[in-house]
DNA sequence: GATGAATGAGAATTCATTCAT
DNA sequence: AATGAATGAATTCTCATTCAT
């Protein structure tokens, strides 16, 4: 007994993630986590002292990825945020249900919940920082550019919800859509521009 | 003439919606939900048979309420259902963590999902048969109408997300501008047809 | 499954008590209790929601006990106290290991302590009073009869503590020696009286 | 020149010590002890093979202390012994908390048992002599001075273990007028001589 | 209809102990 | 000499569920 460091904090994480998913918090243990990763409960134990707290390290591993992933992007346009974003979500799709599960969560614990409202809030400013290179002003009269980057990433969030409850929801049409609905948004600015 | 202390099935339903939201699924238990009525778990267990079928009938009577709510604007315009989204959508928005705990429950249960998935379904047409009052033809080119009623939805549920998450949320202002938003779109399909 | 009514609370206690001398509090576990009681470990968590509760009613009950017994020997003299004292005290008494358990776990826990040193309270009085009523005044000047009572409970206890730990303790000759020494202190103040 | 962190054997002790009188057996682990010394659990198990082996040594140095304040007192009288047990004895005695602790641990633990039994032997021993000292003979016939090493000692034990129960017990009155009582009981001794 | 006693499986957590380094 | 990672058994406690009354 006692094989030292044959797993790392990391491996026990992304072994929850995927418990999480497959269970949900409802059935998310930490034996299912050890079982998951070949150890035992009580090396899980070692390394997160407590459930709460694993929980919390794996929200905070999802907003760091949020960030990196977002400010990478950093060239990027709206374009790719939307490809990206669909990639995500499908019926199956393993990060938002990650996501709407923590959400869930968070309701009834509050570190988790500003976690993710910190995520987010940043979500939209860079969303909103995006939208401002691309528009000289917004598009809409009385819809501030601040408010677009709320709009797009609660659209985002909306459509993936409507695509996991739904087997046969029209994901390809839909982003499709979405992609007109931006071309069409912008355009309207340069018109209102040239007018 | 009434009896006092007669417990029936929806009191019951009631309690365990305020379970629901005040504990999340993880706190869950039938022994809480016969708690909040004052009556015995075995009381809780002679309405239904399990625990999955309370939350069943639970899910049933949001959809139901759904329907009923949204069938009764029939004559409302966007704005109406714009202004009860709103209402709905608070830091504390008992409705919304509600509905993102069943539907994070949903994701082990596929009777759960299913019914959200319809609920959703269905709120998604009603709004795409009120646009298609409203507009002659999509506002936006290569947006159909149909896809118009999925992103006002989401957008709905989206915001609702982001402001269960967000203690600062600007509730009042995204609303405000949703419905600028809404106008804006409308009109603009009014100038596309007198161009 | 769920046969009601096999067992009562006081079942319960009576295996806790042997429990807690048989192994001490260390390996006092309500496994055991349920064990040695013939039920599930989920029956005893039915009677008694934790197991602190478990434990703060059988000190209520033993200080009800040490309550009920002294009350009884109203007409009693010193004599009979300290025969019942005698009986309660050998190398392997279940009262006295009982009672010490209860008081190092009192260490940790104030409602233990309070309730023990309660007890303890009533049973000083109690020989007090019984002091009282067999001397005119206290047989050693600057000793209150009040202090008598602290000396004689204490006394009792001190020697059971020694008995418990001393497998050759002489328990017959220091009870015997012990009623020469109450003799010994009462005739003392007669003899003073008759001065 | 002095290696600073370098735990001791002596200093874990000590710190076990604490641990013991803080949370009791109960939560008597090692890694408190380890955490208290600074150092990790492997550490203590360096020192000390097992849990037992610790909670021996533990009950070992306190047998010697007991030896070594008792046999340096060997000129002394018994109002110094009297005086020193006052000193010891309060509502958070560490002292006494530490021995009645050790007493139950020892009900399960016979090694533990057999030493606390030799203490004390030793302590009634000790002071057997010096009152054999104090008096040619005993002052209350059928009371051998044995017996009254017996008494003085479980009288001490005995006022300790209600002094820490009760938060009012009156030391001060109490050890007062203990002290009279040896005094009036050697004086008897006199008295009854000179008749 | 409703209750309360009982169950048993499983949850989180703790802990003495081991061992490679 | 000391550490830290790991273990596995045990502990407290919870909960859906059953069932006689």
Redesign the pocket.
């Known amino acids: ?7 790392t904090k990391n491996d026990l994480l992304q072994s929850a993630k995927q418990c999480l998913v497959e269970g949900g918090i409802e ?6 986590v050890a079982e998951k990763s070949g ?9 997160f ?4 707290q694993l929980i919390l390290e794996l929200v905070q591993e999802i907003c760091e990825d949020s960030w990196n992933s977002l400010s990478q992007t950093d060239e990027g346009v709206l374009k790719e945020a939307i490809e990206s974003a669909k990639s995500r979500c499908s019926y199956d799709s393993f990060y938002h249900k990650l996501f709407i599960t923590l959400v869930s969560t968070g309701f009834t614990n509050e570190k988790i919940r500003h976690q993710l409202g910190e995520m987010i809030g940043r979500e939209n400013d860079i969303l909103t920082r995006q939208l401002e290179k691309l528009w000289s002003e917004s598009p809409i009269k009385g819809v501030s550019v601040e408010t677009w980057g709320i709009f797009f990433n609660a659209l985002v969030d909306g459509i993936a919800l409507q695509a996991i409850l739904k087997k046969d929801f029209p994901i390809e049409k839909t982003y499709a859509e979405l992609e007109h609905f931006v071309n069409g948004i912008s355009s309207l600015q340069n018109k209102e521009e040239s007018e």
Chains 1, 2, 3, 4 share one sequence.
């Open positions: 007994m006692a094989k030292p460091n044959v797993i059935k998310f243990t930490l034996r299912a150890v035992t409960q009580g090396t899980v134990y070692y390394h002292r407590t459930k709460e």
